[in-house]
Nanobody
């Protein structure tokens, strides 16, 4: 079975950094694209970044472009999200996702493209 487990969330001041990690099992990065979504209180879940290892294609939402970086480590079987210059508006539960292998081409991460979700990790940015 495909499983994803996030870690690394927490409380940070505005302007600070956090690194989220997602431990994956049950699949190869060549078989799935991977992405990060977030859901703030009272808002819909939104896709913020994705990566397709078949050719290294990445996508970043405008709201995180230049501040967040997605990466994979095949040897450690992890997906990381490096978040810099955090803002209070980044406060949300962050979810790692395994996405169908055709995802993340031309469009950002979309919920219908998600095959499996992680359980989520809370990120809180104080002002």
């Amino acid at each position: 079975d495909v499983q994803l487990v996030e870690s690394g969330g927490g409380l940070v001041q505005a302007g600070g950094s956090l690194r989220l990690s997602c431990a994956v099992s049950g699949f190869r990065f060549d078989d799935y694209a991977v992405g990060w979504f977030r859901q703030a209180p009272g808002k819909e879940r939104e896709g913020i970044t994705c990566l397709n290892s078949r050719d290294g294609t990445t996508y970043y939402a405008d709201s995180v472009q230049g501040r967040f970086t997605i990466s994979t480590d095949n040897s450690k079987k992890t997906v990381a999200l490096q978040m810099n210059s955090l803002k209070p508006g980044d406060t949300a539960v962050y979810y790692c996702a395994a996405m169908f292998r055709t995802a993340c081409y031309g469009v950002g991460p979309r919920i219908p493209d998600v095959a499996t979700w992680g359980q989520g990790t809370q990120v809180t940015v104080s002002s």
